[in-house]
């Protein structure tokens, strides 16, 4: 007999089978309390005892749990009796549902179909632990009428699915299906614990030989199945992680329809799933937005997709708001962002926190820097794409988008240091991206943000944009100026500028008066080492020694201060330079202070960086460039000078600097001291009271980069065929806004024509042969091959002709027996006016050159006569290109990293810095690939192109090939790629599917945040991988359109976009 509450249950793997109720019919009528149904009591089977149901993950299962037998009173008996029970009753039963389930079955039961869970007795559905809402219990009667016999014809598990799909589509009809969320597929019978109602009548434990028959039968068929399905290598999955994904993807389908509407409604967290709520709590700390930053994205512009610029002050928080807006159109509009940042590091750091959303919320998040990037990118149909990229690369891909008529894919577009768009050939290559971006795609929205603009009614003009300003700062910024002992407060209200606030208290020796007239020492102990602390030097050499000469009068207590953390700092520090130790880092860093330039490598920039943003080290010394790259605030910033190198600061420059003061949610002020001299006063009156300077643009002025640059693609892409079309180009371009300005006497029109002439000159376009007898303005223009390669491979158009040469020199005697002459042809030609040989050390590399090398030399036109006389000193009487020989001396260089991979050993044979060697080779491995694209379009130079490919990857990497795989995961270095692969991580497998905290034990020196970076940087490149490999079949496999006998598809069902 079976007490009151007893019940059974049906275990079945989660990884075998997939199972979620099965449909009965039921009629009109319910059933009278305490009424039983017929022919009940035949077929009950006696057992006693109701066992707990036991804790279960959704992975981790035996099938059969202990039921090892199919006998006669096995566990499968006793399945099989209670469905037949239920199958042939004639009577009705009540069955109870409780809330977790309520939702589900209300669709059901409109329909009279019901969702049921076979138990004996009476139905009873239970909630699972992880998805009620409420511990609530719904009772409803429903009437039972008997069905088809439905298990019988098919396996119950594949009864279960048809019912799952036939309510899946009912659900798609129901307006309330936003409100609910299905139970994933892959839960199982066994989550449910079953009340079992108290027991009527006695059952006769009689069975007819056809009772026994028809269960044999359903025996074997249970049996057959299970065994099958055990068989079946199905992935394991979790039940919570299968519902996270479920609730997700509602969110998001809620969040589409909620941004197609007018409506105000924004959304569980700005119109994006609460996922991503929980993300930037989890991954950046983020709990609750600023008021300005929940004003900007609740502007009626954006919601009205109109392009949008807006300014804050440094460290305002205006990277989060371009994030959200990027996720917005990255999930909810399923259109692919391009993000443009200024410098490589930016975005190998924008890459590393931002893959782990794209892990978690299924987006790529793919690296357009250097050497990296595919043009065009690859064309995804299900996950969208965000491309982070820098100036440079983010032009390439742009170009690449609007030649494969693909420009429309661009959802949006983010540009940080908006300002930039001022600055040289860089702020002209800027200009030409977005230009090209608004005149060929009216639904790409633009967003610009900076700390530091002024003009900004030409930019609105020319993005077509609103503006939104707000002054606000997390931490309160105070300026002083600092003039001999005096310390001033700038106050703009003050009649001179500034008020006197106090005099610095530091009693000097008259040693120590001489090292440090200014009172550095003073200044910085007033807050180190418990706060933090920059110092901004005009030139790297001071960086350096501002810090050594800190060090030299600072109290041996500072030695104490954390001091095994300084310890394990300095052998991460060696451990990255292969060994070597910069001798004043050595020194400093016992006192927490080092110094920060370019000087640096990239290995040794990262960890500093690292440890004080960690408080390890409490003092940088640094150049400007640390203004406006990484983020690392201070409580005190000081400006050692009011110059950089021997220009005086601009105001854009000193706010960016100035703006470094004050770390959120750790300092309640932030302070800025500028030292002057006196002679310097009004200068410096005049920097701390002007506006910010304007912007203006830099395409007239960078020709080749700039405005012939523009030209070139403008008729090699198709967006204009002749004068009159680049010209209303041209009028839509930051110059044809600011042209009276910046032209003078010169028309739009007569600087457009100039540089087309100057491109036909150059044999990089032509002019059509019918048009003799047609105005020059309207003859229609066509890209050469020469122009082509050049605008594939994203040259400078100053070098694309010397190029040429070289290449089609170096067929005439290609030296193979090494990569030495091919380093040389990939040899930038842009850093050879910074190259200032040592000219002994260029003899002695010279004289050790095997005779295959010096056939290079022969064939590039560098005597070893004019080295030895310019090693001795000697007049040079005959005429000798120094750019072919600086560039060789450069060669030289790259070679021998190569071969030796340790940049530490080559800037010391050569003496230069470390710093300058790998921005050497970084330069080296991005114009390689700009050569390899160059030459991919011309035939006559097939030979280099496997030749290129081959090297180009090696100048990448730069370390032996074992170690490249590690290095593709951004923010994995050469250092931490030994590292790993020493532990035994040699693929980006490996570290896809390592565990963070097995890598913090395992790895020394590495973070917690850092091995979640990895891993997570590691999962998106694995994932883009699969995803390019997927695509590629499916291109495969796909019938093309165009096979003899098929029905071409209607013209009319494609429309063609301008």
């Known amino acids: 007999m079976e007490g009151p509450g007893s019940g059974i249950r049906r275990r079945v793997s989660a990884r075998k089978r997939s199972r979620r109720s099965l449909g009965l019919t039921a009629p009109a009528g319910p059933l009278e309390p305490g009424q039983e149904p017929e022919g009940i009591e035949g077929r009950r089977q006696r057992r006693s005892g109701s066992p707990e149901p036991p804790e279960y993950d959704g992975s981790e299962e035996d099938m059969f749990d202990g039921y090892d037998s199919f006998a006669e009173n096995s566990f499968l008996a006793q399945v099989d009796d209670l469905e037949q029970k239920y199958m042939q009753s004639p009577e009705h039963g009540t069955i109870t549902i409780q809330p977790a389930f309520e939702e589900l079955c209300s669709k059901s039961t409109e329909t009279n179909e019901l969702t049921i869970i076979g138990t004996d007795s009476n139905l009873t559905v239970a909630q699972t632990r992880d998805y009620c809402c409420s511990p609530k219990t719904l009772q409803e009667d429903i009437p039972i009428e008997p069905g088809d016999d439905l298990l019988y014809d098919v396996p119950c ?132 937005l600023y008021d300005w930053q929940h004003t900007c994205l609740t502007l009626s512009c954006l919601q ?120 040289g050939s860089r702020g002209a290559i800027l200009e030409i991206t977005l230009a090209k971006i608004l005149y060929t795609s009216k639904t790409t929205q633009i967003i610009g943000m900076s700390a530091t603009l002024n003009n900004v009614e030409e930019l609105q003009e020319f993005l077509k944009a609103e503006y939104y300003t707000s002054k606000f700062r997390p931490v309160e910024l105070k300026e002083y100026l600092k003039i001999n002992d005096a310390i001033y407060e700038v106050d703009v209200k003050a009649e001179k500028g500034y008020t006197f606030s106090r005099l610095l208290k530091c009693k000097y020796s008259d040693h120590l008066k001489k090292m440090d007239p ?376 790259l070679y021998a990293l190569l071969k030796e991979t340790n940049v530490w050993s080559v800037s010391e044979k050569f003496n230069m810095s470390r710093g300058y060697v790998q921005t050497l080779l970084s330069g080296a491995a991005s114009f390689s690939s700009c050569v390899l694209h160059f030459c991919e379009e011309l035939e006559e130079f097939w030979v280099y192109r496997a030749l290129l490919t081959e090297l180009t990857k090696k100048l990448s990497y730069c370390v032996k090939a074992d170690l490249v795989p590690l290095m593709e995961v951004t923010g994995v270095l050469e250092s931490r790629a030994k590292q790993l692969y020493d532990a035994g991580y040699k693929t980006v497998a490996h570290l896809a599917n390592a565990d963070p905290e097995v890598l913090i034990r395992t790895i020394h020196h590495l973070s917690r945040r850092q091995a979640k970076q990895i891993v997570s940087s590691a999962k998106m490149l694995l994932n883009e991988k699969a995803a390019a490999l997927q695509e590629e079949v499916e291109d495969l496999l796909r019938p093309p359109p165009d096979v003899p006998g098929t029905v071409a598809p209607s013209s009319n069902s494609h429309e063609l976009t301008q």
């Open 518 to 893: 200014d009172h550095l020492v003073a200044l910085v102990t007033e807050v180190i080492p418990n706060y933090s602390c920059l110092v901004f030097c005009p030139t790297k050499k001071n960086c350096e020694n501002v810090a050594d000469m800190i060090c030299k009068f600072l109290k041996k207590d500072y030695l104490k201060h954390r001091e095994k953390e300084k310890c394990d700092f300095l052998k991460n520090l060696k451990n990255v330079s292969n060994g070597g130790l910069c001798p004043v880092l050595k020194r400093t860093v016992p006192f927490g202070i080092a110094y920060h330039h370019s000087g640096l490598t990239s290995d040794e920039r990262k960890i500093l960086e690292e440890a004080y943003a960690t408080g390890v080290l409490c003092l940088l010394t640094c150049t400007s460039t640390l203004a406006a790259g990484v983020n690392l605030p201070a409580r005190r910033v000081i400006l050692r000078a009011p110059y950089i190198a021997t220009q005086f600061l601009k105001r854009n420059q000193y706010q960016q600097m100035i703006g470094r003061a004050g770390r959120a949610g750790i300092d309640t002020v932030g302070e800025s001291i500028l030292i002057l001299q006196e002679k310097d006063k009004h200068l410096v009156l005049d920097l701390i009271n002007s506006p910010l300077e304007n912007c203006y643009s830099h395409l007239g002025q960078e020709i080749t980069k700039g405005i012939q640059s523009l030209l070139l693609s403008l008729i090699g892409l198709k967006i204009a065929r002749n004068l009159e079309g680049v010209h209303h180009f041209m009028c839509s371009t930051f110059f044809g806004i600011q042209q009276k300005s910046l032209s003078g006497e010169k028309s739009l029109w007569e600087v457009s024509q100039k540089a087309l002439a100057s491109l036909i000159e150059k044999g990089l376009l032509q002019r059509q042969s019918v048009c003799k007898n047609v105005e020059e303005s309207q003859c229609d223009l066509q890209i050469t091959k020469l122009g082509q390669a050049s605008l594939k491979g994203t040259l400078d158009l100053a070098y694309c002709g010397i190029l040429y040469k070289d290449l089609k020199k170096g067929l005439e005697g290609l030296v193979l027996e090494s990569c030495f002459h091919l380093i040389y042809l990939t040899t930038p030609y842009d850093m050879v006016s910074q190259c200032r040989p040592d000219w002994m050390i260029y003899l002695s590399r010279f004289n050790h050159l095997s005779s295959a090398e010096q056939k290079v030399a022969a064939i590039v036109g560098v005597s070893e006569s004019f080295i030895t006389k310019k090693a001795s000193g000697q007049a040079i009487k005959k005429d000798v290109d120094t750019n072919i020989v600086n560039r060789f001396y450069l060669s030289f260089v």
């Open 304 to 423: 009205q997709r109109k392009n949008l610029i807006y300014s804050l002050p440094t460290s305002g928080g205006k990277t989060l708001v371009a994030e959200i807006l990027m996720l917005q159109e990255l999930l909810c509009r399923q259109k692919n962002v391009l993000m443009i940042l200024p410098y490589v590091a930016i975005v190998q750091e924008k890459i590393s926190s931002l893959s782990s959303f794209g892990v978690e919320l299924g987006f790529f998040v793919e690296e357009y820097a250097g050497s990296k990037g595919r043009f065009p990118p690859i064309k995804r149909r299900e996950k969208k794409s965000l491309y982070i990229a820098t100036i440079e690369k983010g032009h390439g891909l742009v170009n690449s988008l609007i030649e494969g008529g693909r420009i429309s894919e661009l959802g949006l577009v983010v540009v940080d240091e908006l300002h930039m768009i001022g600055e």
């Open 157 to 288: 598990s594949q009864a279960l699915y048809s019912e799952k799909t036939k309510n899946s589509t009912s659900d798609l009809k129901n307006p309330s299906a936003k409100e609910s969320y299905p139970l994933p597929s892959h839960q199982t019978l066994n989550d449910i614990p079953v009340k079992q109602p108290q027991e009527k009548k006695n059952v006769s434990p009689e069975r007819t030989e056809s009772d026994l028959s028809r269960r044999r039968s359903l025996k074997d068929r249970l049996k057959s199945a299970m065994t099958g399905n055990a068989k079946a290598q199905t992935p394991k999955f979790s039940k919570r992680e299968q519902l996270k994904e479920a609730i997700l993807s509602e969110e998001i389908n809620v969040a589409k329809k909620t941004m197609e509407s007018s409506s105000d409604d924004l959304g569980p967290f700005y119109s994006l799933p609460s996922k991503v709520r929980d993300l930037f709590v989890q991954y950046k700390g983020i709990k609750k």
